[in-house]
């Protein structure tokens, strides 16, 4: 009975498709509307490169297409080989296939404020959901060189002008408590990402979890900053964690709305390794509802 049943609201169904076709002139088959609604768009993220004309890593390039950073692709289908998804594209009347780590999906739905940036704090970007490649917000201001490590001083460092007032602050009060932190990198455009996460990739592995996705790196945002101290001659390693500079930080970030992203024991969480030297704001608002809950998440 209950086969009869769906039988009869599938068939009910394509009746009233074909009703709909008829009276929009639309000549498109029903295979062909289903199969237009179940598209998807992807973006290239390597700086640039040829796809590849079948499944595999070993099934050769497409030397027809060369595509570059941020080039718009229509997948087809997709299939898992091995621990690889891939992608069957097209693109200018071309077929064919890239691995899933060379393309990433944009978000369906972004909101907006009256200046075109997004709400910080509301901005969802990890290794599962990326913003949208070409995003930029519009408030960005060039960190002073007082705020600088050593080898980041003849380099322009950009930050949202919310989050670079409360890491200049957080600095200052360091500084008055005899402790040194200073900033390497802040903002970072998803085009130069593309770049560092090539070379990750051709370093360590497809499975790299060192270098985010251009699109999936909190750098993105503008409210992020990898932080270092004189304690460890202002380099970003692991090594950060015993300095009196992070445990200074652990025990006052809370006054400033910011976060230690990617703690210790959290990748499983997370979805990248351990960084003690990257530090998020994310509002002071949010902070007060969260902040006890946090100081547990990293302490453990």
């Avoid at 380099?235 to 006054?255: C, M, P, V």
Wanted: proline share 3%; with cysteine; charged share 25%.
């Amino acid at each position: 009975m209950k086969k009869q049943i769906s039988l009869i609201v599938l068939f009910t169904c394509l009746l009233l498709s074909l009703q709909v076709i008829g009276k929009s002139g639309n000549q498109k088959s029903i295979k062909n509307l289903l199969y237009a609604e179940t598209l998807t768009v992807v973006r290239f993220i390597l700086p640039e490169g040829h796809p590849y004309k079948n499944i595999g890593l070993f099934s050769g390039i497409n030397n027809k297409i060369l595509l570059k950073f941020g080039d718009s692709v229509t997948v087809k289908d997709e299939s898992l080989h091995g621990s690889i998804t891939w992608y069957h594209c097209s693109l200018d009347n071309f077929s064919f296939y890239l691995p899933d780590v060379f393309v990433v999906k944009e978000p369906e739905s972004i909101r907006y404020d009256e200046n075109g940036n997004i709400q910080i704090g509301e901005e969802v970007v990890n290794m599962w959901t990326a913003l949208p490649i070409h995003y930029k917000p519009d408030d960005l201001i060039r960190v002073g060189a007082k705020y600088l490590a050593e080898s980041s001083k003849n380099r322009a460092i950009f930050l949202r002008e919310k989050a670079a007032s409360q890491f200049m602050l957080l600095i200052d009060a360091a500084e008055k408590d005899g402790i040194n932190i200073r900033i390497v990198s802040a903002y970072r455009d998803p085009g130069y990402q593309s770049y560092l996460y090539e070379d990750a990739i051709k370093r360590k592995g497809f499975f790299q979890s060192t270098v985010a996705k251009p699109g999936h790196s909190e750098h993105h945002l503008g409210t992020t900053c990898d932080l270092t101290s004189d304690e460890i001659s202002t380099g970003l390693t692991s090594d950060f964690e015993y300095t009196r500079a992070f445990q200074w930080l652990k025990d006052n970030i809370h006054y400033y709305g910011i976060y230690l992203s990617y703690p210790k024991y959290k990748t499983d969480i997370t979805g990248y390794e351990y960084e003690p030297w990257h530090f998020r704001y994310w509002g002071n608002d949010r902070w007060e509802s969260d902040r006890w809950f946090y100081r547990s998440f990293i302490r453990r």
